[in-house]
C-alpha cells in the first residue's frame, strides 16, 4: 500500500485558485465538474485551474501518499508527463469560502490521440497481457483519479461525479476498450461502484512504487451503475459536452457572508 503521510492533511494538497470564475454564473452551487484540458492543453478560461491540476497530483502523488518518486517530476516541479499530451483531463471544483478549490482531477490517456502509436502504460507494465493482441488506437487507460476533502462523504461524493464525468465522455465519444492500473485494496471499492475486472495479478511497479494490479471496465455496466444513482446525470453531462455542470448548493452561513461582501460600504 502507498506510504501515506498522515501528517499532510487533504486541506493541504488542495489548490486554491485565486479569483477563478468558475462559479460566477452560478454563485450558490456547491461543486462545479467538466473537461479542464485537451492533449496538454487548458481549454480557454481553465489556464490557472489546469496549471494548479498537475501542482495537484505532486502534492497528493509526491508528498502525501509517496505514490511517485521527486525523480519523476517535470522540470517545473510539477507532475506532467508524457501522457498528459495524449489525454482528456476533468476536474471537479468546489465552491468554498476561501474561493474555488480543486477537490477532483483525472484523465483518460488515449491511445492514439497525440497521432502516434505508442503503448498505454497498462502495456508497458503488464506486457504478457498484449503481447499477442496489442491494444487498438483509442483504447484507452484511466489515469490520476484523485478526490480530495476534509469531509469523507463529501470526499467519496467527489470521486463518484469523476466516475460520472468519464463515463458521459465515454458514451459520447468512440473509445475503445478501457483500463486502468491500481493498487490491490482500491479494486474492491470500485467493483461496488463501477463494473471492472480483473485481467492480471498484482505486480511490482517501481514507476509506481508499489504493487498495482491492472483491471479492464465494463463501460456499459458502469453506465448502468451510475445510471442506477442517479437516473440523469450522465444525460446531463452529456448533453454538457465537458462544459461545467453545477451540483449542490453551499451552506446558509456561506451564501449569507457572501451577501455581506456584497453589500457596498456607504461613505
Same mark, same amino acid.
Given at each position: 500500500m502507498s506510504r501515506i503521510d498522515r501528517s499532510v492533511s487533504n486541506a493541504a494538497v488542495i489548490p486554491v485558485i485565486a479569483g477563478s470564475p468558475a462559479f460566477i454564473s452560478e454563485p450558490e452551487a456547491r461543486l462545479a465538474t467538466g473537461i479542464i484540458g485537451v492533449n496538454g492543453v487548458a481549454l480557454p478560461g481553465f489556464e490557472d485551474v489546469y496549471r494548479q491540476h498537475f501542482e495537484f497530483r505532486r502534492r497528493v502523488y509526491v508528498e502525501q501518499t509517496g505514490q511517485l518518486d521527486p525523480s519523476d517530476l517535470s522540470d517545473d516541479g510539477t507532475d506532467r508527463d508524457a501522457d498528459d499530451a495524449r489525454s482528456v483531463t476533468f476536474a471537479v471544483l468546489e465552491n468554498a469560502p476561501e474561493g474555488v478549490r480543486i477537490v477532483?482531477?483525472?484523465?483518460?490517456? $488515449?491511445?492514439? =490521440?497525440?497521432? #502516434?502509436?505508442?503503448?498505454?502504460?497498462? %502495456?508497458?507494465?503488464?506486457? #504478457?497481457?498484449?503481447? @499477442?493482441?496489442?491494444?487498438?488506437?483509442?483504447?484507452? %487507460?484511466?489515469?490520476?483519479v484523485i478526490a480530495r476533502h476534509e469531509r469523507v462523504a463529501m470526499q467519496e461524493l467527489i470521486q463518484w461525479h469523476l466516475f460520472a464525468l468519464m463515463s458521459a465522455y465515454f458514451s459520447?465519444? @468512440?473509445?475503445?476498450?478501457?483500463?486502468?492500473?491500481?493498487?490491490?485494496?482500491? %479494486? !474492491?471499492?470500485?467493483?461496488?461502484v463501477? =463494473?471492472?475486472?480483473? $485481467?492480471? %495479478?498484482?505486480?511490482? $511497479?517501481?514507476?509506481?512504487?508499489?504493487?498495482?494490479?491492472?483491471?479492464?471496465? @465494463?463501460?456499459?455496466?458502469?453506465?448502468? !451503475?451510475?445510471?442506477?444513482?442517479?437516473?440523469? $446525470?450522465? !444525460?446531463?453531462? #452529456?448533453?454538457?459536452?465537458? =462544459?461545467? #455542470?453545477?451540483?449542490?448548493?453551499?451552506?446558509?452561513?456561506?451564501?449569507?457572508? =457572501?451577501?455581506?461582501?456584497?453589500?457596498?460600504?456607504?461613505?
Open positions: 477532483g482531477v483525472a484523465r483518460t490517456i $488515449i491511445k492514439g =490521440a497525440d497521432g #502516434e502509436d505508442r503503448p498505454l502504460p497498462v %502495456e508497458e507494465f503488464c506486457p #504478457e497481457l498484449f503481447a @499477442d493482441d496489442p491494444l487498438d488506437l483509442g483504447c484507452v %487507460e484511466v489515469s490520476r459520447s465519444h @468512440d473509445v475503445g476498450r478501457t483500463f486502468a492500473i491500481i493498487e490491490p485494496w482500491l %479494486e !474492491r471499492h470500485l467493483a461496488g463501477l =463494473a471492472i475486472s480483473r $485481467i492480471g %495479478e498484482p505486480r511490482y $511497479i517501481e514507476h509506481y512504487l508499489d504493487y498495482n494490479l491492472p483491471v479492464e471496465f @465494463d463501460l456499459a455496466g458502469s453506465a448502468a !451503475r451510475i445510471t442506477e444513482r442517479n437516473a440523469t $446525470i450522465l !444525460r446531463t453531462l #452529456e448533453a454538457a459536452d465537458g =462544459a461545467l #455542470e453545477y451540483f449542490g448548493r453551499v451552506s446558509r452561513a456561506q451564501r449569507a457572508a =457572501a451577501v455581506v461582501d456584497a453589500v457596498p460600504e456607504s461613505g
